[in-house]
């Protein structure tokens, strides 16, 4: 794979701002893209074409190779190996179940121990003494469906991650079908997995197609890609947890959403109308409100309802416990708005 550019400040534009008592404090720099249904772009912000990495973004196409290696993933299974969830019970009891079917142990996990970022379960674990989990990991789920794949065709369970490996192969494959592109380059995620580095633009028509996949009839469909839609919106609190903002966003908008380590969110529309989200620092926080208000300006999903909706998932600016400013939208995503 070549080497490429990386995303640099001087490709950025301001999508978001952080404000303190009336004061800017902080200044969110990325770049972000809006698709219509068709595949063509409606709303480029900022540089949409120098390779990202798509971090956990990548997980619904992941899910989907293990699906297309034979693996049986049903409802909330199916979730939570598209998701990055935040280690409730429920959630460790789905995973476990995954295994259990699967015929492999916790210790087969690769993914690393971790504590889980739900406040109920990680109490549990502290007062068993059981200490952090892989199970806990936020990314089990996707992990628990490649071992599954491994089982059901013999491969190697102890090189599951490595990039030679049949079913990583086989998610290369995938990804590079859903974007339209070659991978621009390959390195080791959080989880200790393969990930790729691919244009905005890219991920966006791979989440498009996705999106897309319920209402394919025919041989255009692909069963398992609407699956993997259908379980994401009808379990979305397996994605990620009640109340975060992936799974409201999914729950009270019907629209798909993936947030990836730094930075990366991406949403998606039935119709295919997709927004992609890269922030430069890597956080997150800015990420639901920028995407959300450029579908809306892009007039792909309901003005008010948006409103509605980010009133419960972008968090105030506090101070002292009380609220004392707020994320708001930088220059160039205002823009939109006329």
Known sequence: MATHATFTAD???????????????????????????????????????????????????????????????RGPQVAIACGSHVGSL????????????????????????AWPRDEEARAWLVRTESGKRRLAHNCSGKHAAFLWACSVNGWGRGSYLEPNHPLQQRVLETIEEYTGEPIAHLGIDGCGAPVAAMSLTGLARAYSQL?????????????RAATIVTSMLDYAWAVQGKGR??????????????IGAEGILVLATPQGATAAVKMLDGSLRATTLVGLTMLAA?????????????????????????????????RAVSALLG
Do not use: W
Not at 99 to 113: H, I, S, W, Y
Not at 212 to 219: H, L, S, T, W
Not at 301 to 323: F, N, Q, S, T, Y
């Open 11 to 73: 490709d950025a534009v301001e999508l978001a701002v952080i404000e303190r008592s009336g004061f800017v404090e902080s200044r969110h720099l990325g770049s972000a893209v809006v698709l219509a249904g068709d595949g063509s772009v409606v709303t480029e912000l900022g540089d949409i074409r120098t390779p990202v990495y798509a971090r956990s973004a990548l997980k619904p196409l992941q899910a989907l190779a293990s699906m297309r290696s034979g693996v049986p993933l």
């Open 298 to 330: 892009a007039d792909a999903v309901d003005i008010p309802e948006v409103a509605r909706v980010l009133e419960d998932v972008v968090e105030p600016v506090m101070g002292g416990g009380r609220a004392v400013g707020r994320i708001r939208l930088g």
């Open 90 to 113: 429920d959630h460790l009891d789905v995973v476990e179940g995954m295994l259990k079917a699967a015929g492999v142990r916790e210790a087969d996990l690769q993914c690393p121990p």
């Open 211 to 223: 999106a897309k996949a319920p209402g394919m009839r025919g041989e255009a469909g692909d069963a």
């Open 245 to 258: 903002e992936n799974t409201v966003v999914m729950d009270e908008l019907g629209i798909i959403a993936k």
